[in-house]
């Protein structure tokens, strides 16, 4: 009797923490976006993206309070829609993109605030300089598709760009840096999920 209630708690054991487990989202890039702009010439702004990105997205819970993500951005793959301008962004004015290939975020705590909108910190790595940076999210919603579940979610966040080593300042007189030193991160993810 002692071995089969052994056994029984053994199971259900096993069965908790199946159901308490995180669970894999896979991204959908054809929906998703990683962007980024910076001010030119105090006058407008630059926008770019990168082409080549992996992001893991992964909770347990549905109201993704204990989620975690991390990402792995090809720095080759930015994109500008101007040639010259991305190829100088690829050099060691801006990203070395030979030396340090990949920027990378891995987050720390997932936090929900109220309702839909929630803060996420984590270490992003840029040019091998790791820095803690907070993103403001947006949970834009659920839903169940015939294909499975779907979430999707924004996030911004501004950095520095000189705390990266991102160290091209050239100056215009009486305007200030041609390329600004703020960066405006925003991110446009959706994830699907096997129902």
Known sequence: MRNVLFMV???????????NAPELWTLDKV?????FDITHM??????????????????AKDDFSDAKISAV?????????????DNHLRSD?????????????VSTAFQRVEGNKYRIVGDLTIRDVTKSVTFEAE?????KTPQGLVTGWTATATIDRFDYNL???RMIENVGLVAGKDVRI??????????
């Open 9 to 19: 708690l053994i199971v259900a054991g096993l069965v908790i923490g199946a159901t």
């Open 31 to 35: 929906h998703s976006r990683v962007q």
């Open 42 to 59: 105090a006058l407008s702004e630059v926008t770019g993206t990168f082409k080549d990105y992996d992001i893991t997205f992964q909770s």
């Open 73 to 85: 951005i090809q720095v080759a793959s930015i994109s500008t829609d101007n040639e010259r301008r």
């Open 93 to 105: 004015d801006f990203f070395n993109a030979e030396a340090f290939p990949t920027m990378t975020f």
């Open 139 to 143: 949970h834009k919603g659920t839903i």
């Open 167 to 169: 160290k091209w300042n």
């Open 186 to 195: 925003t991110l446009k993810l959706e994830f699907r999920k096997n129902a």
